[in-house]
């Protein structure tokens, strides 16, 4: 098990926060809520070891598509990185809707 | 779990030697003894689960728990409650020494779960009409068997020793199943404490009224016997003055120190429960 | 919705028999306990309890090596079902096989006493189960099997003031330690998807050898787990479609009979009777014990 920390400079604030997943074999959950300063602080803790480097595509790739000011925790058990990508942005949808 | 399933003789020694000589046996099925007696002034039932080689259910010939088990506790507390509906709420004693559930087909066509259902409803119903229920742990008390016979219990007694053990499953079967070494199991178990095999650690979460220390619990010397049937009243009168649900449980040093997590539970939600 | 098994007794794992209904109907098997809670509560009447936000985790996972779920895999909400108050217990299955923990637990067992203190104080509010569980977390153990006991004790209590439903909709099924409390129930509902049971067939298989349970025979499996059989030998009350309006049509059913005259687990002396009338020497099979205990008879 493993713990990851991300953190990007962000400016849309977060409408509401949200909660989106299971943390179920192959999945995850996204807890989303507004981040205290205009920064993104992304915490992962994951139940497999070493893709530290996966992680940080997907979330680099992420933020350049939603430069939201989120704390977003997430607790993984094995998703894989489309996986991860859908239920961050299931996570972004709802907290807008 | 070794195939090798060694039959305890715990049980009905400590049924035999508290329940004494002076106690009615009630006809029951081999596996279910059932003595009515008294304890220094105070009517008690005694009620142990046994090993029958001869049951009928070949799956329940070592002292498992099963259907037969469950709904013959159930019948045994439920008579005792009737007897007592309009006067006064004798004790129910569980002695308690059981490796577990039975594990086979016709249990879980027949209901086994139902059975240990009953049984757990007579349990609490007899504590709900103020009968106070206490436990005796003697030896094994694992998983379905224990929530069937002893964990409803107002007071739980142990005793401090090795053959003692709370736990939810077998430990070569939890080692299988969490895909662990049983020496890994028992290093968790050193900082875990809800997953440790050892009554002192159980002890630490508060469930149990009283930890016996001192008792050869294979051949008890009749000092011993007299200081367990002493530590038995004082859980019996203590019942009396306590509630008739689980919250005592709640109460305890242990909870306080290693619930933490339940009690905030239970604040917050009391906290939510109706605000709008 | 109690339907009659067609046919003769057949009990192989569930299929689709018309293709039609998979059009129409909303499965409650596919959604997650979150989803399935908000599905049967009346639009709009949701409100979910010690949420995920609150983050009351389990205190033992991490240290294991386990990712924890932000609400240890049960949600507690309340809401309305028809109009009338009621409070949801839902189990995540997918989270851990839905084993209960010290905190999963503790919700349980807190919201079953919450709702005790209401029926005396003359405001009941109807308390549902969505069991999906294979019992103790073992992570967990010690306080695992503690807190299966105070949620039986505290079910016990309540349902002598208001029933309590259960509803078992698989795809884990509800075992081991919880499937006691299941049996507690004032009213049981199950899907054919769904198995109820004391032990998995493994664990059978493990403890008394293949020939008593083969463990890989599915059609075994559901012969004797399986809702179907469940609710034609009387362990189960209700045998609905695995539909979210079938479902809460037979929740609404239920808390409507009110306080059942006898519950399951007080009828002693019939199950000590069957029990004796049976011929246990040889192994049994699914279709006999249909024959011998019939709903109804």
Known sequence: MERLHFEYAASQPIKQRAHVGVVGSGDLEVLLEPSPDQKAHVTITTSVDGFGKTWKLVMDRFFSHYQCAASIEIHDFGATPGAVALRLEQAVERSQS | ?276 | MSQPTPGAASSSPPTLRDPREYLTRKSLVELNARERAQALLDEGSYRELLGPFERLESPWLLQQGVVPQADDGLIVARGKISGTDSVILAIEGQFQGGGIGEVSGAKAAAALDLALEDAKRGQPVQVVLLLETGGVRLQEANLGLEVIAEINSSLIALRQHVPVVGVIAGMVGCFGGMSISASLCSYLIMTREARLGLNGPEVIEEQSGIEEFDSKDRQLIWGVNGGEQRHATGFADYLAEDDVAAIKECIVQAFGRGIPATHRSEQVDDYLKRLAAIDVSHQLESSEIRKLWSKGE
Request: proline letters at 4%; a positive charge.
């Open chain 2, 1 to 276: 779990m070794s195939n090798e399933k060694t039959i305890s003789t715990r049980g009905r020694i400590w049924f035999e030697t508290l329940a004494g000589k002076q106690a009615k046996h009630r006809p029951s099925v081999p596996s279910v003894l059932v003595a009515d007696t008294t304890l220094q002034k105070e009517r008690v039932r005694f009620l142990a689960i046994v090993p029958d080689p001869e049951n009928r259910f070949p799956c329940a010939r070592q002292g498992q728990v099963g259907l037969q088990e469950g709904w013959n506790l159930a019948k045994q507390i439920r008579d005792a409650i009737k007897a007592d509906e309009n006067g006064e709420k004798r004790a129910i004693i569980a002695i308690v020494d059981v490796p577990s559930q039975a594990y086979g087909r016709r249990e879980e066509l027949l209901g086994i779960f139902l059975a240990a259902a009953a049984a757990t409803d007579a349990y609490v119903s007899a504590r709900l009409a103020g009968h106070p229920v206490i436990s005796l742990l003697v030896g094994h008390a694992i998983s379905g068997g224990f929530l069937t016979h002893g964990a409803q219990a107002n007071r739980l007694l142990a005793f401090n020793d090795p053959g003692v053990t709370v736990h939810a499953m077998a430990k070569n079967a939890a080692a299988r199943v969490t895909r662990r070494t049983v020496e890994e199991l028992d290093k968790l178990a050193e900082t875990i404490i809800p997953m440790s095999y050892k009554i002192e650690d159980y002890a630490k979460l508060g469930t149990l009224y009283k930890l016996i220390d001192g008792v050869k619990v294979d051949s008890p010397e009749p000092e011993q016997v007299e200081q367990v049937r002493d530590d038995l009243s004082a859980a019996i009168a203590d019942a009396r003055s306590g509630q008739r649900d689980l919250s005592d449980r709640l109460q305890s040093q242990g909870a306080q120190k290693n619930r933490i997590a339940t009690l905030v539970v239970r604040q917050r939600l009391a906290a939510e429960w109706h605000s709008n």
